[in-house]
């Protein structure tokens, strides 16, 4: 295999090729092994012992070296795009290892582009928690700040893509501030579908990730106003008057012990079994009698527009991304109504 590989630094275009049709061929046999291919293919020590290379610093300032190590990573591209079993949970490594050594200097084009690449398909490599592992790598290797939030950004749009709801958001950091420096924070929810609270950075509200404040002294004082007035995932219990996730309001309002305005209800509510929404006690019947709603698994409905929703994620899309019509935080038409009220009181 190590022969073909280095063929593809070839100064001649049929050995390149030749050896690429090969290796594409060999990489759909079973035995074929991914770990050893890109260990040959990409590692800084297969390339340097090619080279014969004792220069740590190589790829900061020898041109060739850097044409040698682009031409890699670009092939490297092109096997995943066409086999895109060839990323497992040993070769996932090597490629890590392989952007730790290459990010920093990847500036020309092509290079950066196949880097990119190769953080995006590991990102969305779920059986080595790809995530995690990208927002690490990341963080302690990437120092530019334009950088890192371009990939941000495009980690983001993958995720438009695959429809589940954001995993990673960019932060600025404090200029002001040495240890508070731009860094991309992972929102991956634990297996329970519950948000990690210690992934979010000061400033950034749990429930729709909207950065409210970079100021740490007004944290405090802004996120409050924020879930009061303006966080598109929460609203504010009729009852009780506190800050309550919109998905969870039913729960609240009909849950032993959650809403202490309970006891001042004018009607006795409980929640239909088969939609979980509250409803007045004496129509329960009625309703559940009609009611052709039938949930799996961890789907709820919005209380507010009456959506089904796959669980958290997507609930928070439906909220964060303003797809509720029925939210009078987000909602134009409840705004402009709720202006028209208003207006009719100052009158």
């Known amino acids: 295999m190590r022969p073909l590989i280095e063929r593809l630094t070839s100064p001649t275009k049929p050995a390149k090729v030749v050896a690429t049709n090969v290796l594409a061929t060999l990489s759909s046999f079973l035995c074929f092994s991914p770990k050893n291919f890109f260990n040959i293919l990409i590692s800084k020590a297969q390339i340097d012992k090619q080279v014969r290379n004792t220069d740590d610093n190589a790829l900061e300032r020898d041109q060739k070296y850097q044409m040698i190590v ?23 490594k090597v490629l890590l290892d392989f952007i730790t050594w290459v990010l920093p200097y990847a500036q020309r084009t092509d290079l950066k582009n196949a880097t990119i690449f190769l953080i995006k398909e590991i990102y ?63 929102l991956k929810q634990t297996a329970e579908k519950q948000i990690d609270l210690t992934d979010f950075p000061p400033g950034v509200c749990q429930f729709c990730t909207h950065e409210v404040t970079k100021d740490l002294k007004e944290v405090e ?13 929460c609203c504010i219990c009729p009852s009780c008057h506190q800050v309550v996730e919109i998905c969870y309001l039913p729960m609240h309002v009909c849950g032993d012990r959650e809403c202490s305005g309970q006891k001042d209800y004018a009607y006795k509510l409980d929640l239909c079994e088969h939609c979980q929404l509250p409803f007045e006690e004496s129509l329960l019947q009625q309703h559940e009698a009609q009611c052709q709603v039938s949930l799996k698994g961890d789907q709820l409905v919005c209380p507010l527009c009456g959506v089904i929703l796959d669980g958290g994620e997507d609930a928070l899309i439906h909220y964060s991304e303003l797809k509720c019509q029925a939210n009078p935080r987000t909602s134009q038409e409840f705004q402009d109504i709720i202006k028209q009220k208003m207006d009719k009181r100052g009158d």
């Open 70 to 92: 682009e031409t890699r990573a670009v092939s490297a591209k092109s096997y995943i795009q066409n086999a895109p079993w060839l990323i497992t949970e040993t070769s996932a």
């Open 221 to 233: 004082g802004k996120m409050w106003t924020h879930l009061l007035k303006d966080c598109s995932c």
């Open 124 to 186: 969305q490599f779920e059986q080595v928690d790809g995530v995690k592992m990208v927002v690490t790598l990341l963080n302690k290797n990437l120092k530019s700040a334009t950088l890192l939030k371009n990939i941000t950004q495009e980690l983001v749009e993958l995720d438009k893509q695959q429809r589940v709801p954001p995993q990673v958001i960019y932060v600025e950091g404090n200029k002001n501030d040495k240890n508070d420096q731009p860094r991309i924070v992972s």
